[in-house]
């Protein structure tokens, strides 16, 4: 069984930073990629970010320039390192895990708000 467990959410100011964690666990096959996706009250999911095993990244445009994606692969961890923080960035944050045999894995979601 695989787990995928998220920290770092809260509450923040517009302007200011946060750092979200991912940490997989279990039995897991050799990981492809990991990265977030978010989703806003009556939103769409959107993605985030995903980096590769590689180190290779892909971020949406509406972050990019902004946050940044980064791992620990013996540890089986990635980062979502999120600064100049926006209002519209309010949204529950989930990680994710893709594996060489083709499966993904999904965490439970930290809220992240912007607010004054």
């Not at 996706?37 to 095993?53: D, H, M, N, T």
Request: include cysteine; hydrophobic fraction near 30%; aromatic fraction near 12%.
């Amino acid at each position: 069984q695989v787990q995928l467990v998220e920290s770092g959410g809260g509450l923040v100011q517009p302007g200011g930073s946060l750092r979200l964690t991912c940490a997989a666990s279990g039995s897991i096959f050799k990981i492809n990629a990991m990265g977030w996706y978010r989703q806003a009250p009556g939103k769409e999911r959107e993605l985030v970010g995903r980096i590769s095993s590689g180190g290779f990244t892909y971020y949406g445009d509406s972050v990019k320039g902004r946050f940044a994606l980064s791992t620990n692969n013996a540890k089986n961890t990635v980062y979502l390192q999120m600064n100049s923080l926006k209002p519209d960035d309010t949204a529950v944050y989930y990680c994710y895990v893709y594996t060489d045999d083709h499966y993904d894995y999904w965490g439970q979601g930290t809220q992240v708000t912007v607010s004054s």
